[in-house]
T-cell receptor, first 114, second 112 residues
Framework: AQSVTQLDSHVSVSEGTPVLLRCNYSSSYSPSLFWYVQHPNKGLQLLLKYTSAATLVKGINGFEAEFKKSETSFHLTKPSAHMSDAAEYFCVVSAPNRDDKIIFGKGTRLHILP | SQTIHQWPATLVQPVGSPLSLECTVEGTSNPNLYWYRQAAGRGLQLLFYSVGIGQISSEVPQNLSASRPQDRQFILSSKKLLLSDSGFYLC???????????FGNGTRLTVT
């Protein structure tokens, strides 16, 4: 069985400070893991993906995530938050070639304080 | 490059009316196609997915249906809308294997 847990429903950081959005997963397979961002009334945009290559994955807009198998985690980080980063973020786990097994976390709303 | 188009962007329909949402993909062939629904304050719920023309798998047995009449076209339908069908509907595609999902801009459906 697969599942994904985003540990915080809301995170607030000040502009210019680091961002940490936490994600833990469980999977019976070797999973693929993704982070998406969603701005209000928009579709989801892919930030980055892990597919069993390098464990530290760099994405767009300065975001990166580290796959830690021992901790079953895939946390999303950014060194310095920007106002435009305010959005909802989704962690996603996918099993190989299992279209019905793409599991979304419930999302984390990131607030950026001026 | 691949693009995905989804329309309309917003829709207001009365209870009991029919529904048709359309999604098309360009720049790729034989994509896997998906319909998701996002209710207010919740995550994404997979409604249907398709791995080929005429092949539809349903995850949620409700009054919605999906069809794939062409390789890159995916349609979400209902004969009679319910109030609970309100939400944000997202179409997505991905290639075979371990690829990421790529989403359209969504349709905001309000059933009144």
């Amino acid at each position: 069985a697969q599942s994904v847990t985003q540990l915080d429903s809301h995170v607030s950081v000040s502009e210019g400070t680091p961002v940490l959005l936490r994600c833990n997963y469980s999977s019976s397979y070797s999973p693929s893991l993704f982070w998406y961002v969603q701005h209000p009334n928009k579709g989801l945009q892919l930030l980055l993906k892990y597919t069993s290559a390098a464990t530290l994955v760099k994405g767009i807009n300065g975001f990166e995530a580290e796959f830690k198998k021992s901790e079953t985690s895939f946390h999303l980080t950014k060194p310095s938050a920007h106002m435009s980063d305010a959005a909802e973020y989704f962690c996603v786990v996918s099993a190989p070639n299992r279209d019905d097994k793409i599991i979304f976390g419930k999302g984390t709303r990131l607030h950026i304080l001026p | 490059s691949q693009t995905i188009h989804q329309w309309p962007a917003t829709l207001v329909q009365p209870v009991g009316s029919p529904l048709s949402l359309e999604c098309t993909v360009e720049g790729t062939s034989n994509p896997n196609l998906y319909w998701y629904r996002q209710a207010a304050g919740r995550g994404l719920q997979l409604l249907f997915y398709s791995v080929g023309i005429g092949q539809i798998s349903s995850e949620v047995p409700q009054n919605l249906s999906a069809s794939r009449p062409q390789d890159r076209q995916f349609i979400l339908s209902s004969k009679k809308l319910l109030l609970s069908d309100s939400g944000f509907y997202l179409c997505a595609w991905r290639g075979q294997g371990l690829g990421a999902l790529h989403f359209g801009n969504g349709t905001r459906l309000t059933v009144t």
